[in-house]
């Protein structure tokens, strides 16, 4: 037999499915535009292809650098942890 995935999404096709995702992007929602020091939410929507991990919704964050069309936004994970992710624009709204 062969193994069972474990992959990002495994379990969450409920969470995923159409019914649970906000319409569709317009271009106000795609072009932000961050500065260095802001705080940020991250909130998973519309492209799954470049969508980050699920156990990041809802987390509040600083921005710390550009890299292209992507953030780099530091997010504390518990009270002495924190963590540098990668997201784009698009999964971002101001705090």
Do not use: C, W
């Amino acid at each position: 037999m062969s193994q069972r995935s474990h992959g990002t999404f495994v379990g969450r096709s409920r969470n995923l499915s159409r019914h649970h995702r906000p319409s569709g992007l317009g271009l106000t929602r795609l072009i932000k535009d961050f500065n260095i020091n802001d705080k940020v939410v991250i909130i998973p929507k519309g492209n799954l292809r470049n969508i980050p991990h699920p156990r990041y919704k809802g987390r509040v964050g600083i921005v710390t650098e550009k890299r292209g069309d992507s953030y780099v936004v530091e997010v504390a994970t518990s009270k002495s942890l924190t963590r540098k992710i990668i997201v784009p624009q698009m999964h971002l709204e101001k705090a």
